[in-house]
Nanobody
């Protein structure tokens, strides 16, 4: 089992920055990849960024050049640095991790970007 807890969301003006954190506990060594997803009201959840056990990262086109995903050396915490935020980035952001047993989700953290 893997437990995930997100933090760092909030209200920010357009052009501002936020850093989200995802603290992982439990069977951390079994995690093969992690990622950040978001869901805006009335929209489907979308994958924003991912990072695998080798540190390879990938991003959805809409956030490339603005968001950066990373993990600490102990791989217990994942981050999402979000710069140049836009109102369309407003959503609940979720942390995700998966291993051979399945996929795990955090409870989500709200990010609101005002214009």
């Amino acid at each position: 089992q893997v437990q995930l807890v997100e933090s760092g969301g909030g209200l920010v003006q357009a052009g501002g920055s936020l850093r989200l954190s995802c603290a992982a506990s439990g069977s951390i060594s079994s995690i093969t990849a992690m990622g950040w997803y978001r869901q805006a009201p009335g929209k489907q959840r979308e994958r924003v960024a991912g990072i695998n056990s080798s540190g390879t990262t990938n991003y959805v086109n809409s956030v490339k050049g603005r968001f950066t995903i990373s993990r600490d050396n102990a791989k217990t915490t994942m981050y999402l640095q979000m710069n140049s935020l836009k109102p369309e980035d407003t959503a609940v952001y979720y942390c995700n991790a998966y291993n051979y047993l399945g996929s795990y989700w955090g409870q989500g953290t709200q990010v609101t970007v005002s214009s």
